[in-house]
């Protein structure tokens, strides 16, 4: 079966309830690509309202998730309060939380292991510096951030992953990937998969592309073997998100 095309939002730190919800309501009047799953990421505080307001086929995600079942954790919410709110998804290691917060390969992993043993399915980012690039070190990151999740979960759980790759120096600068630069990185994510876990999970995992994903670009880079669909931020929040999920038609 062919993988699902995949197109998450992620609204980052931006909105309040009326503009999250004239967000929600234009996407479920919209005509969306109905072989296309669409995943949106609202802040914490707007998760409830996001899922009572969008069509049930839009899925919701947390845009974080702790690692620990509840206790003293000021400020942190759990994967068993996700699936009360009835969140079904969270985006694990974006590069802000990363790079801002100093958030480990290894704390990342972890949390992409509660998360899915508690339910929650992952959107998992990785992706080089500009300075990573530029010494050629790509691929020698990707592959150090994806190992670290693989010493955490099961071959089977990789089911509930997609990995968005998401080159750090094209996050919200207008810098896009080039096709061939985004597919290359893609391909050797999937042949890490066939590697280190499984045929079936290079088969059948997503590996999906984030960093200044526009209406303009988005139907090149969807041309691309192993590019299962976008990560998009700015764009999320504009009327463009539409064009964005319907790339392929
Ligand atoms: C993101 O935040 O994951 C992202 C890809 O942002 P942008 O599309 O704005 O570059």
């Given at each position: 079966m062919p993988r699902q095309f995949f197109v998450g939002g992620n609204f980052k730190m931006n909105g309040v309830s009326e503009s999250i919800a004239s967000i929600v309501k234009n996407l479920n009047a919209a005509k969306l690509d109905s072989t296309t799953e669409v995943v949106i990421s609202p802040p914490a505080i707007y998760l409830a309202l996001t899922r009572e307001l969008a069509n049930p086929n839009i899925g919701v995600a947390a845009q974080n998730v702790y690692?620990?079942?509840?206790?003293?954790?000021?400020g942190e919410i759990s994967v068993e309060q996700l699936r009360d709110a009835k969140i079904n998804w969270a985006v694990i290691g974006h590069s802000e939380r990363r790079v801002i917060l100093k958030e480990s390969d290894e704390f990342i992993a972890r949390k992409t292991k509660a998360a899915v043993e508690g339910g929650v399915s992952v959107i998992l980012c990785i992706g080089e510096t500009l300075e990573e690039r530029e010494a050629n070190k790509t691929i020698e990151v990707v592959t150090r951030q994806l190992n670290a999740v693989a010493k955490e979960l099961s071959k089977e759980q990789w089911e509930k992953v997609v990995i968005a790759y998401e080159p750090v120096w094209a996050i919200g600068t207008g810098k896009v990937a080039t096709t061939e630069q985004a597919q290359e990185v893609h391909a050797a994510i999937r042949k890490w998969l066939s590697e280190t876990i499984s045929a079936e999970a290079a088969d059948n995992v997503r590996i999906i592309y984030g960093g200044s994903v526009s209406e303009k670009n988005c139907r090149e880079l969807a041309t691309q073997p192993d590019v299962d669909g976008f990560l998009v931020g700015g764009a999320s929040l504009k009327p463009a998100f539409v064009d964005i999920i319907n790339a392929r038609i």
């Open positions: 690692d620990k079942p509840n206790g003293a954790f000021t």
